[in-house]
């Protein structure tokens, strides 16, 4: 759809623009794509901050609108030159059924290619994750890998399953025809864990911190290492590869790439204090203070209790065995594909990233539920 003559004229579309990710990618094009004209923001839940964004000449159009409804996708891409698919149901807590993630992750997703294909819009960044990868469910390590790290990437849980099977239907549409006849280009950006102002989890492990006098105790050896990446760098990441989409066409399509900077590689407990020492908590135990085999009997336990009490209340704490097993599992990305393809470099420092997350958690305190 665009050509040369509409260059300073792009509509863009986030899907999911007002989740975590989805806002920062929101407020990132806003500053860093001058060729934009119309910014669509599709979400289930607009968030009220849209209504404060400071928007300059550019157009923001926000959809309250439904992955999963085909007709409110298609209506929502019709014009648009550019889609970010960022939507999608993230849980490995037990909080939704393996169908309805399913549906919102897949057959959210297929919508979405469908509505590029009917409408002739061209170009598809999609939202995967570096659970398409693993950690596997035999926990082999992911040690330091790359792109064409060899890994036997099996999947149980419902989600790394769907982020699987999505990201391989946008893969496959890479070179589809569009309304009009030019060729879908499409690729997919695969976080480690994000971090970062508005990541929900460390929310909660902060609260969980101050309901415990301040301190927090080390369920996982600090030897297993987890990959940990900035939501302002992944927001670029997505603003960088959606524009260079658009010129190197032949050689970003069909990609995949794993997003990274220079967040330090440690345990997922360990990277947490490095924002959560300043504001206040404190880990306890160098080494776990609870045995392998207990922390696995108590995350069934919960487990067992999530179904138990289904009936009657949704029970779904941060501990089970899937999210055991995720952190124990070695799993860190080393890779330039990104800078090698289109030019990515991380706009944030570790510092950088590290200050801003800091600020925003202590910007919470004294607000624990
Ligand atoms: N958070 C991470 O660590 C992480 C890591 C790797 C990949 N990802 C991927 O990044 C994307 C964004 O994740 P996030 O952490 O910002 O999650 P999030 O839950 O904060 O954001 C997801 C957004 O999608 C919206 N959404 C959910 N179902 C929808 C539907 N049916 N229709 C329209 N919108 C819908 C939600 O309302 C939400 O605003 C997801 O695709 C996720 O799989 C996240
Ligand atoms: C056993 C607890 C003791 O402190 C720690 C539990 C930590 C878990 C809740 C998190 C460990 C790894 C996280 C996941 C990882 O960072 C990557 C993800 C990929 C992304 O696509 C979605 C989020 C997540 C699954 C993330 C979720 C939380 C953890 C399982």
Redesign the pocket.
């Known amino acids: 759809m665009a050509d040369s003559a509409q260059a300073q004229e792009l509509v863009y579309l986030v899907t999911g623009g007002c989740g975590f990710l989805g806002e920062h990618v929101v407020r990132m094009l806003l500053q860093r794509e001058p060729r934009l004209r119309e910014l669509r923001v599709f979400d289930l839940h607009l968030g009220p901050w849209l209504e404060e964004l400071q928007t300059g000449p550019v157009q923001v159009t926000a959809i309250q609108g439904d992955v999963t409804q085909a007709h409110e996708v298609t209506a929502a891409v019709a014009g648009a030159h550019v889609v970010i698919h960022t939507a999608g149901l993230?849980d490995?807590f037990g909080r939704a059924s393996s169908e309805t993630i399913h549906e919102v992750n897949v057959q959210g997703t297929q919508n979405v290619i469908e509505a590029c294909v009917q409408t002739g819009t061209q170009f598809l960044v999609y939202t995967s994750?570096?659970?398409v990868v693993g950690p596997n469910i035999k926990g082999h390590p992911f040690y330091r890998g790359n792109e064409d790290t060899p890994y036997e990437a099996a999947h149980r849980h419902p989600y790394p399953r769907s982020?699987a099977l999505a990201e391989q239907l946008v893969l496959e549409a890479n070179g589809r025809k569009v309304h009009g006849g030019l060729p879908l280009v499409t690729c997919a950006l695969r976080p480690?864990?994000i971090y970062g102002e508005g990541h929900q989890?460390m929310r909660d492990i902060y609260y969980q911190g101050q309901r415990l006098g301040g301190r927090l105790f080390r369920?996982?050896p600090a030897s297993v290492e987890?990959g940990r990446v900035y939501v302002g760098n992944v927001a670029w990441m997505h603003v960088l590869v959606a524009r260079e989409l658009q010129q190197q066409a032949a050689l970003l399509g069909g990609q995949v790439y794993f997003c990274y900077d220079s967040s330090p590689y440690k345990s997922?407990?360990d990277f947490n204090m490095e924002i959560l020492g300043p504001c206040g908590l404190r880990l306890v135990g160098a080494r776990p203070l609870l045995p392998y085999w207990l922390l696995m009997f108590l995350a069934l336990l919960n487990a067992l209790l999530q179904w138990l009490l289904r009936p009657l209340l949704l029970y779904a704490p941060?501990?089970n065995p899937y999210?055991?097993a995720?952190?124990n599992t070695t799993f860190t990305v080393s890779t330039n594909k990104a800078q090698r393809h289109f030019g990515y470099e991380p706009l944030f420092s570790w510092e950088d990233s590290r200050n801003r997350t800091i600020r925003w958690v202590r910007a919470m305190d004294g607000s624990a539920p």
């Open positions: 993230v490995v994750s570096m659970e982020k480690t864990g989890i369920a996982i987890h997922y407990e941060l501990l999210t055991l995720m952190a």
